[in-house]
């Protein structure tokens, strides 16, 4: 058996096509989608991260733009900025580059940010929100993962799905819409007693630990969905996921690649949130 490889990239240029008519439709009613990126610092990872959601923003016909702050920017400063887009009407979506620089407060900044902007869905409003599945937005990484799910028709309800990790970002937002979906979830971490015997129960495995080729194909269930949400850079400069996708794909029914996976998916539910956001105003 070799799996069957859910192309991210692909599936976010089609859902990028029908983003850019919704916006332009919007545009003619005077209300073209607009998301403002605040980055602090000068890390490289995020600033590839920025110039890659900008870039795909304007392509889809998105009013996109960035705000820097320099690595010393205080937490009251960049607070002033988020005040400040709140209150912009022809901005729709707000987004805080993470990290920030240490001194600045993360959670004040995710936090500042008013919950029907908040498109990166990280606001403790839109994250509670996930339980009674009444949220404005879901966090990005995880909507993309239901998008790929749907893509391949890949049955949820009453599946088995395992979840490793379990960070507010990819983690736990993603076991919840799992369950929303119909699926049964375990929620696996690094305290896991004997974390193979629970991976190779599950229909739909999805990864999210942060370790390089961390699951091996004696973890994973013969005809398995396996989701690599993981991008780690080796040693050699190459890109890894947290699947040792050569080994796996022989295992697995379907599995993402990594780079060209989740990574292209995560920045196409960027656009659908900041396009929702843009609709709600267009309909107020």
């Given at each position: 058996?070799?799996?069957?490889?859910?192309?991210?990239?692909?599936?976010?240029?089609?859902?990028?096509?029908?983003?850019?008519?919704?916006?332009?439709?919007?545009?003619?009613?005077?209300?073209?989608?607009?998301?403002?990126?605040?980055?602090a610092g000068d890390n490289p990872a995020s600033r590839v991260y920025v110039r890659n959601k900008v870039k795909a923003c304007n392509e889809a016909g998105f009013d996109s733009r960035h705000i820097e702050f320099p690595a010393e920017v205080s937490t009251e400063t960049l607070l002033a900025e988020v005040a400040r887009l709140n209150a912009d009407p022809a901005v729709h979506g707000i987004l805080v580059?993470?990290?920030?620089?240490?001194?600045?407060?993360?959670?004040?900044?995710?936090?500042?940010?008013?919950?029907?902007?908040?498109?990166?869905?990280f606001h403790v409003a839109n994250l509670g929100g996930l339980v009674n599945g009444k949220a404005d937005f879901a966090p990005c990484t995880p909507a993309g993962v239901m998008e790929m799910l749907a893509s391949e028709s890949i049955a949820i309800e009453g599946r088995h799905a395992v979840v490793i990790g379990r960070s507010n970002i990819v983690g736990k937002p993603m076991a919840l819409l799992l369950l929303q979906a119909g699926a049964t979830?375990?929620?696996?971490?690094?305290?896991?007693?004997?974390?193979?015997?629970?991976?190779?129960?599950?229909?739909?495995?999805?990864?999210?630990?942060?370790?390089?080729?961390?699951?091996?194909?004696?973890?994973?269930?013969?005809?398995?969905?396996?989701?690599d949400v993981g991008i780690n850079r080796l040693e050699t400069g190459k890109l890894a996921g947290d699947v040792d996708f050569e080994a796996v794909k022989e295992v697995a029914g379907w599995i993402t690649p990594v780079p060209g996976g989740v990574g292209p998916m995560t920045i196409a539910m960027l656009l659908a949130n900041t396009l929702k956001a843009a609709g709600r105003t267009a309909q107020s």
């Open positions: 058996m070799t799996a069957k490889i859910i192309d991210g990239t692909a599936l976010a240029q089609r859902l990028r096509a029908q983003f850019h008519a919704q916006a332009e439709a919007l545009a003619a009613r005077g209300h073209r989608p607009g998301l403002t990126v605040i980055i580059q993470l990290p920030l620089p240490a001194q600045v407060d993360s959670g004040r900044a995710t936090a500042a940010i008013v919950p029907h902007k908040d498109v990166d869905g979830v375990t929620i696996c971490h690094s305290k896991t007693v004997d974390l193979p015997a629970i991976t190779r129960q599950a229909d739909i495995l999805v990864a999210a630990v942060g370790k390089p080729k961390f699951v091996t194909a004696n973890m994973v269930k013969p005809g398995a969905c396996v989701i």
